[in-house]
């Protein structure tokens, strides 16, 4: 009774993380779709590279395209951390939101 107990905790809590995972934002100008990566820079010239974006961010901006770099953006993403395939931890950043500010 005690494993199935442990086993169920454990299953509700994964799937429960993936929803309550933490999301951090920044505004950056678009760079472009450079080696695979969304590359973004902020105001102080700090890049960050985003291995992934929703399909939500796809359907409203094309970002392999150039049409939008230069431009402005309000970015909320995730991090994630991940095995490669020497099993060394490897940081993985999704966007789930793109924003033009007004």
Do not use: C, H, R
Not at 33 to 59: H, L, P, Q, R, W
Not at 73 to 100: A, G, R
Request: charged letters at 25%.
């Amino acid at each position: 009774m005690k494993s199935i107990l442990i086993v169920l905790f454990v299953a509700i809590s994964s799937l429960t993380t993936t929803y309550g995972q933490d999301t951090d934002k920044m505004s950056g100008t678009y760079e472009g779709y450079i080696d695979g990566m969304y590359v973004f820079t902020d105001k102080d010239g700090y890049k960050a590279e985003f291995t992934n974006v929703t399909n939500d961010v796809s359907a409203k901006y094309d970002l392999t395209s150039q049409k939008f770099v230069s431009m402005q953006f309000i970015i909320t993403f995730t991090v994630d951390t991940e095995l490669d395939e020497e099993d060394e931890d490897i940081q993985v950043s999704t966007i789930i939101d793109l924003v033009m500010p007004e």
